[in-house]
């Protein structure tokens, strides 16, 4: 496997259900991110993960959940979700989010459908 | 307002033609500026990045920075409709995060 993979690649889950996100990236980078696209919308950063240390936009409800266990590795929780956070989930990876210039690789995605 | 602007398309052109993607911007403390290409069921993948105001160039790309105008472009020469993806400027200044436009989709018709 090179580069960003992130699995599934489809999910449909119901608002009652509990789902992971999975990402792994073979970079060797040590910074992990995830984003949410919604059609039409900007790229929106979730949560930014560097050296161990979290950042998160203010604006994500609690129902996602991150989780970095290592620099490889990257988990997006999933609890009591809404119709609205149907979008597809994008992994990113970049050597050190403390450059200047952010080359961040992305995965391919996660589509996932909340009914 | 939003703190980046992207036409969102979609944009149609021939095959061969002279494409311009072009994004405005309201933050005059970016400086770093990318434009990502985002095949269909596929992540985006970083295409050029410039740094301040200027002309880059690799191949049948160009991207442009105007920093007076916060307005910046990607020109592509005679399009092939490989070309065809939607098309993301982001940008960033001193700080770790990104920010992205919402995409221009563009088909080159063969």
């Known amino acids: 496997e090179t580069g960003v993979t992130q699995t599934p690649r489809h999910l449909v889950m119901g608002m009652t259900n509990k789902k992971s996100l999975k990402c792994e990236q073979h970079?060797?980078?040590?910074?992990m991110y995830w984003y949410k696209q919604s059609a039409k919308k900007p790229l929106e950063l979730m949560f930014v993960?560097?050296?161990?240390?979290?950042?998160e936009n203010n604006s994500v409800p609690s129902r996602f959940s991150p989780e970095c266990p290592n620099s490889s590795h990257l988990f997006l929780h999933l609890h009591t979700l809404q119709p609205e956070d149907s979008a597809l989930y994008l992994c990113a990876s970049s050597q050190s989010p403390d450059r200047s210039v952010e080359t961040q690789y992305f995965g391919p995605g996660t589509r996932l459908l909340v009914l | 307002q939003k703190e980046v602007e992207q036409d969102p398309g979609p944009l149609s052109v021939p095959e061969g033609a002279i494409v311009s993607l072009n994004c405005t911007y309201s933050n005059s403390a970016f400086q770093y500026f990318m434009w990502y290409r985002q095949y269909s069921r596929k992540g985006p993948e970083l295409l050029m990045y410039?740094?301040?105001?200027g002309n880059k160039e690799d191949g049948r790309f160009t991207a442009q920075v105007d920093k007076s105008s916060k307005y910046i472009s990607l020109f592509i020469r005679d399009s092939q409709p490989s070309d065809s993806a939607t098309y993301l400027c982001?940008?960033?200044?001193?700080?770790?995060?990104?920010?992205f436009g919402s995409g221009t989709q563009l088909t080159v018709l063969p």
């Open positions: 410039t740094y301040s105001s």
């Open positions: 993960y560097s050296l161990e240390e979290r950042v």
């Open positions: 970079l060797g980078h040590n910074a």
């Open positions: 982001a940008m960033t200044g001193s700080a770790r995060q990104l920010t």
